[in-house]
T-cell receptor
Framework: EAGVVQSPRYKIIEKKQPVAFWCNPI?????LYWYLQNLGQGPELLIR????????DSQLPKDRFSAERLKGVDSTLKIQPAELGDSAVYLC?????????????FGPGTRLTVL | AQKVTQAQTEISVVEKEDVTLDCVYE???????LFWYKQPPSGELVFLIR??????QNEISGRYSWNFQKSTSSFNFTITASQVVDSAVYFC??????????????FGTGTQLKVEL
């Protein structure tokens, strides 16, 4: 079974430029999560999808961040425009079932550097 | 609000030593789940264990063992006879269920474990 796929693995951009990250979850996983991980910190949830619906985006800075999961499979997270403070690792995860005992499977992440 | 504290930022041990990683959590939920994840240098978080709030039995899996004590809100992780391949950042996480599916993980800040020869 293939794991969660993310691309690109690394991205370096200048501030004020747009950037997009792509995630393909494990086949059959209806729930998809985007996390932000700052250096030396644990991941923090940005947005959660159930199929194509964003059911929790309360932590997503909506002035510059957007996300979509149009067909309920892969997903794109966008930042426009990027700021210096956006430099971090962006992790995607997916899970199959429902409930608090769900195991989330994580991708390798995209490391973003904003210059 | 849920909170997970991993007070140990970094631990260094020599191979074959035993090491314990501490995790203390806060929650108002009566039903919850605790997780441990490993993050090697490659960056991908790897699931290690899940424990529900009603099961306080300790668990052992090979060189790994977990001690869950509800009375002290702790879920500590011990690696016996550590190996260089155990070097990674270890995260403890607390889960709350979302209505309609999925769960929200609240992570601690992680403990960097370095195992040297």
């Amino acid at each position: 079974e293939a794991g969660v796929v993310q691309s690109p693995r690394y991205k370096i951009i200048e501030k004020k430029q747009p950037v997009a990250f792509w995630c393909n979850p494990i086949s059959g996983h209806n729930t998809l999560y985007w996390y932000l991980q700052n250096l030396g910190q644990g991941p923090e949830l940005l947005i959660r999808y159930e199929n194509e619906e964003a059911v929790d985006d309360s932590q997503l800075p909506k002035d510059r961040f957007s996300a979509e999961r149009l067909k309920g499979v892969d997903s794109t997270l966008k930042i426009q425009p990027a700021e210096l403070g956006d430099s971090a690792v962006y992790l995607c995860a997916s899970s199959r079932g429902q409930g608090a005992d769900n195991e989330q499977f994580f991708g390798p992440g995209t490391r973003l550097t904003v210059l | 609000a849920q909170k997970v504290t991993q007070a140990q930022t970094e631990i260094s041990v020599v191979e074959k030593e035993d090491v314990t990683l501490d995790c203390v959590y806060e929650t108002r939920d009566t039903t919850y789940y605790l997780f441990w994840y490993k993050q090697p240098p490659s960056g991908e978080l790897v699931f290690l264990i899940r424990r529900n709030s009603f099961d306080e039995q300790n668990e052992i899996s090979g060189r790994y063992s977990w001690n869950f004590q509800k009375s002290t809100s702790s879920f500590n992780f011990t690696i016996t006879a550590s190996q260089v391949v155990d070097s990674a950042v270890y995260f403890c996480a607390l889960s709350e269920a979302f209505t309609g599916g999925g769960n929200k993980l609240t992570f601690g800040t992680g403990t960097q474990l370095k195992v040297e020869l």
